[in-house]
């Protein structure tokens, strides 16, 4: 019951975002990303069967690299598998570092940046458009 409504939750967060498949850009430096799995038959909650996949993806952030300004397709939950990842959203900054987890709604705007010595890997896993191509990061929608 918990992981459906987890999905369901995720799902709910995700109609708010609402962007389309359009090539959009964000500013960044220093960022290699590789999906790792990207799945669309989500058993038992086959209402989402043929719309969404979940997706895992790693992104390392080299030190001195950063993502700019964005928002996402989908929803997520980030997992810092090494360094620190230093997060700006609403104005607050925190540093999560290696083994912590933190969730991003997707309609946020926020930026990340590796201040460290060494490379930041983030493991993401989000539920996106089925039919979505290329990295979630978008440039935040205009108010």
Request: charged letters at 15%; zero cysteines; aromatic letters at 12%.
């Amino acid at each position: 019951m918990k992981r459906l409504t987890l999905v369901v939750t995720f799902v709910a967060l995700f109609q708010v975002v609402g962007y389309s498949s359009a090539q959009q850009t964000v500013e960044r430096k220093g960022v290699a990303s590789a999906v790792k799995l990207g799945e669309a038959n989500f058993g038992f909650l086959s209402e989402l069967n043929g719309k969404y996949k979940l997706v895992a993806t790693q992104t390392t952030l080299e030190p001195g690299g950063y993502v700019g300004e964005h928002q996402h397709v989908g929803p997520g939950i980030r997992y810092v598998a090494a360094g620190e990842w230093t997060f700006v959203q609403g104005g607050k900054t925190t540093t999560y570092k290696t083994g912590e987890y933190f969730y991003e709604a997707g309609n946020i705007t926020n930026s990340a940046s590796n201040k460290g010595s060494s490379p930041a890997v983030l493991i993401t896993f989000e539920i996106l458009p089925v039919d979505w191509k290329g990295g979630s990061a978008v440039p935040p929608k205009s108010k």
